[in-house]
């Protein structure tokens, strides 16, 4: 069973923009460590707060990563730009969907993305 890392940032003052920038440096490198894929979000009521998050099938894999010589560099090049500590977060994904050709996502037959009509 896969497991998803969760690893929220908070950018100091005014580097929000900055940090932004340096997650996108980072985060793909989880795809030679293993990971199966990778996603960065920026919260849009708090410029300053983000979410990186990556999809690994151990948590060796992860850790190798998290701290291996370019996550560690990345962390000591760019330390004044975020808070600290930073504790990452190990998540088991329970389902997901999608509207498109393949459906919820959940193996069942595709729901409808048209509003439910009032009864």
């Known amino acids: 069973m896969a497991t998803v890392f969760n690893v929220p940032w908070y950018a100091t003052g005014f580097r929000g ?6 997650l996108q440096e980072i985060a793909p490198v989880a795809l030679r460590y ?12 708090d410029r300053y ?24 560099d990345w962390r000591m090049q760019y330390s004044s730009w975020f808070q600290v500590p930073i504790l990452y977060q190990p998540m088991r994904l329970v389902n997901a969907g999608r509207i498109g050709e393949n459906g919820n996502g959940s193996g069942a037959a595709a729901v409808s993305p048209a509003r439910a009509a009032p009864s």
């Open 17 to 22: 923009d900055a940090v932004e920038e340096a």
């Open 34 to 45: 293993g990971a199966s894929d990778w996603a960065i979000y920026r919260y849009t009521d």
């Open 49 to 72: 707060k983000f979410m990186q998050f990556a999809t690994f099938d151990d948590k060796d894999r992860w850790q190798i990563y998290w701290y291996g010589p370019e996550f560690t």
